[in-house]
């Protein structure tokens, strides 16, 4: 069975632009992002639009669903970057009516002053990094705002823009289940259209990472109590109109994030900037692409040409098998007929009635969706699924 020419038209397509620089390296960020004393705006803009005449040449007569601005800290851009940046990407796709252009930002004042900006410049969605909403634990997350901040950078950005997230981290240092549960509820009480809310992971290579290794990383939650939090979490949003779409992304119906459905759903989407990923299709084959990761390297990569520093073809089994552990962290669950098409055979009934039996998942016209206690042992039911 040949593979789908257009299966990426499922998920839609995408742009992710990577702006590397941070003002300051939070402790637990495992993201490519890096401080700099100086940056020469008018050398990355450059780079920048040199980088999307090359990608653009390799996806021509597109529909572009979605714009997504990432870092590092993108609100550190001048909007005359994002504006000329932007106007270059609509003049080399069709942009899909409802598009959706998405910018990440620190809630501090400096970066709200330059909200008009982007909006100015076509951003209609802005994402901030709230991470807590008390400032012991901003201070121990290295946060460089404070609550205040914060909440007056929220009622900027929704005077400025139709669509605003923000993110929150939990299973905190020394955090009870009544500390997150007064948190959270205080952050529905904003009325948010959608929230990020991720536990707290500890990755090798950052700071915590560091801390934890040496014995110095205190009072994290055990598993149960994280447990507890996650189905807390689900129980608030829920009962406030927010359920959760995806494993750690609530929204109002309506209001979920485009550009990472794209993700989730299989669509196709182009990466620039340092470190940045993608997945395009072409003749009906899925390949990786991969940019240089160091700053400063890509910079002068693009200036002799290109920022690539490689790419794969993907397999009909890693294709299918990234196709399901994307799409199963959504409330949309895995389209039977879809994955099959993929793989030249369908899932393990086995494996999928073990699960059942085990209340991890159900089936719902035609998709393979997990529960909410499936959502929390994910990996576990992803390995369960995998083909051999």
Not at 116 to 135: E, I, K, P, T
Not at 201 to 221: C, M, Y
Request: charged share 25%; hydrophobic share 35%.
């Amino acid at each position: 069975m040949a593979e789908p020419v257009e299966d990426w038209r499922h998920g839609g397509f995408g742009l992710y632009v990577h702006w590397p620089f941070c003002a300051a390296k939070c402790p637990y960020c495992d993201f490519n992002s890096h401080i700099s004393a100086s940056i020469d705006q008018e050398d990355w803009l450059r780079a920048y639009l040199s980088e999307l005449d090359r990608v653009a040449a390799d996806t021509p007569d597109r529909l572009l669903n979605s714009v997504y601005f990432g870092g590092g800290t993108p609100s550190l851009m001048e909007p005359r970057l994002v504006g000329a940046i932007l106007e270059t990407t609509l003049s080399h796709w069709t942009p899909a009516n409802d598009i959706e252009i998405t910018l990440e930002a620190n809630p501090s004042s400096v970066e709200a002053a330059r909200f008009a900006g982007y909006r100015d410049a076509g951003v209609n969605r802005v994402s901030m990094g709230f991470q807590a909403l008390n400032n012991r634990d901003l201070k121990a997350l290295g946060r460089l705002h404070n609550v205040e901040q914060a909440l007056g950078a929220l009622d900027v950005a929704r005077s400025t823009f139709d669509r605003v997230n923000f993110d929150l981290i939990y299973a905190r240092q020394d955090q009870s289940l009544a500390d997150w549960q007064a948190e959270l509820t205080r952050a529905i009480s904003f009325e948010p259209d959608h929230l990020s809310l991720y536990q707290l992971t500890v990755e090798d290579g950052t700071a915590f990472g560091d801390r934890a290794s040496r014995g110095k990383l205190r009072g994290l939650p055990d598993e149960d109590l994280a447990a507890d939090m996650y189905f807390l979490t689900q129980e608030i949003t829920t009962n406030a109109g927010l359920p959760a779409y995806e494993v750690s992304n609530h929204a109002r119906p309506g209001q979920e994030s485009r550009h990472n459905l794209i993700y989730w759903m299989g669509g196709d989407y182009l990466g620039i900037g340092p470190g940045a990923h993608g997945r395009i299709t072409r003749n009906g084959v899925r390949h990786e692409t991969w940019t240089e990761l160091g700053p400063a390297k890509w910079l002068q990569m693009v200036k002799s040409g290109s920022g690539s520093a490689g790419e794969t073809a993907l397999s009909r089994k890693d294709h299918a098998s990234e196709y399901l552990m994307m799409s199963l962290r959504t409330t949309r669950g895995t389209d039977f007929a879809r994955y099959e098409s993929l793989l030249g055979k369908p899932l393990d009934s086995k494996e999928i009635a073990n699960l059942k039996e085990n209340g991890l998942v159900h089936e719902e016209q035609g998709h393979l969706i997990a529960t909410p206690e499936g959502r929390a042992v994910l990996n576990a039911v992803i390995t369960a699924l995998l083909p051999d």
